[in-house]
């Protein structure tokens, strides 16, 4: 039974390559209380059927209320309230329940008569929200921009001198803005959080940052970055293309808040990478 309101991680993963640089310019729900149901789904499925006597019905009216797949009535709470010694409370006072229009003579065209009558508790409700489908609804909204890697200095990296690794924002925002989904009775918030940035520098090492890094500027010399950074022990002149393959990869954590329930969902986890090639220089020394 349908009822009235009551009052009150996937990996992605890119083949462009990235020249090292220190400016990219391109890189089945429950039934509802009451005994109603629906054959719809919720979370985005669309609008949801119920079914009487073999012939769907849509499970809200806007007009008439929820839909009872057990009574064929649809169900509206009055508002508002008649008052009180009016004939629909049946003798009942206000404080026993609540007075509800109920549809429930049906013609070829649709809804026919409506009548109030007293109810001691909502006769249905809204189908029950699925949080955990509302989260990932939540998360596939948020824009998650495809990594795009800045490194320091520009054109090649040189044996012993530390290399700065950073996120370039200047695709995106550094972290997306929380997207919030709202169901019948439940609005769920999901909120990224950058939890790491891995580099690969494809000479056998990885570095691993909890920020996404700081982009270099040329006042800061041959400083080490403060929060991300990697020095090669050995040029890339031997390898095939004369550059390291590597890649970095961003992994996020989603963390989800119910508003309207108890529920607790655990984070979504979110993972983006991009393959980036390093060529690194020996110094040369002359006597």
């Given at each position: 039974m349908a009822d009235e309101p009551t009052p009150g991680g996937g990996t992605v993963n890119h083949c462009e390559v990235k020249s090292i640089c220190d400016k990219v310019k391109d890189p089945a729900t429950a039934p509802p209380p009451g005994g109603g149901g629906s054959t719809g789904g919720t979370g985005g499925g669309g609008?949801?059927?119920?079914?009487?006597?073999?012939?769907?019905?849509?499970c809200h009216d806007p007009e008439a209320g929820w839909f009872s797949n057990s009574t064929g009535c649809y169900y509206r709470y009055v508002s508002p309230q008649p008052a009180e010694g009016d004939p629909a409370w049946e003798g009942h006072k206000p404080s026993d329940g609540a007075v509800y229009n109920v549809s429930c003579k049906f013609t070829e065209d649709g809804v026919g008569t409506t009548e109030p009558r007293f109810f001691?508790?909502?006769?249905?409700?809204?189908?029950?929200?699925?949080?955990?489908?509302?989260?990932?609804?939540?998360?596939?909204k948020i824009d998650f921009s495809?990594?795009?890697?800045?490194?320091?200095p520009k054109d090649a990296?040189?044996?012993?001198?530390?290399?700065?690794?950073?996120?370039?924002?200047?695709?995106?925002?550094?972290?997306?803005?929380?997207?919030?989904?709202?169901?019948?009775?439940?609005?769920?918030?999901?909120?990224?959080?950058?939890?790491?940035?891995?580099?690969?520098?494809?000479?056998?090492?990885?570095?691993?940052?909890?920020t996404a890094g700081?982009?270099?500027?040329?006042?800061?010399?041959?400083?080490?970055?403060?929060?991300?950074?990697h020095t090669f022990a050995a040029g890339s002149g031997t390898v095939p293309g004369g550059t390291f393959a590597g890649s970095v990869t961003v992994y996020w954590q989603a963390d989800v808040t119910v508003t309207g329930g108890t529920q607790r969902i655990d984070p979504l986890p979110m993972t983006l990478s991009t393959p980036l090639a390093v060529r690194v220089a020996e110094v040369q020394v002359l006597n």
């Open positions: 609008p949801q059927v119920c079914s009487w006597n073999g012939k769907d019905w849509p001691a508790q909502a006769p249905a409700g809204p189908p029950p929200d699925n949080p955990v489908a509302l989260a990932r609804e939540a998360k596939d495809d990594p795009v890697p800045g490194i320091a990296a040189v044996v012993g001198v530390p290399v700065w690794l950073w996120l370039d924002q200047s695709k995106g925002p550094a972290v997306p803005a929380p997207v919030t989904v709202r169901g019948n009775t439940l609005a769920v918030t999901v909120t990224p959080r950058l939890l790491k940035v891995v580099w690969d520098l494809g000479d056998g090492h990885e570095e691993t940052c909890t700081t982009p270099y500027d040329p006042s800061y010399g041959a400083r080490r970055s403060p929060d991300c950074s």
